[in-house]
């Protein structure tokens, strides 16, 4: 039986981790200030 592989041809921590900032790509405002640490 031979798997299918269903997922993006890319995935990245990200995918899994959208809080976490990936430095491979232009982080967005949000990413900088997450909901856990933001004050303002």
């Known amino acids: 039986m031979r798997l299918i592989d269903t997922r993006p041809a890319k995935v990245t921590a ?5 809080q976490r900032v990936n430095p491979t790509r ?8 997450p909901p856990h640490t933001a004050t303002a």
């Open 14 to 18: 990200d995918d899994f981790e959208p």
């Open 26 to 33: 232009a982080p967005s405002p949000a990413e900088f200030s």
